[in-house]
């Protein structure tokens, strides 16, 4: 499975969020669903999963 990366600078941000997040796409999502929340107010729902989903981009997977 590759790996998926979501950057917050690419998402719309009141606080100007620089995190970024990368692992299989399962888990990045649920991360970033967390900080969605937890930082930026954001309601976990479906709409908000399906944003963050349309905004996951391929990633190199890191050298070892």
Not at 30 to 46: I, N, Q
Not at 48 to 61: K, N, S, W
């Amino acid at each position: 499975m590759a790996r998926k990366m979501v950057d917050c600078r690419t998402m719309p941000s009141d606080i100007n969020c620089t995190l970024t997040i990368a692992g299989e796409e399962d888990e990045v999502l649920d991360a970033a669903v967390a900080h969605a929340v937890a930082k930026h107010g954001h309601e976990d729902g479906p709409e908000l999963r399906e944003g963050i989903r349309g905004g996951l981009v391929d990633v190199e997977p890191a050298l070892a």
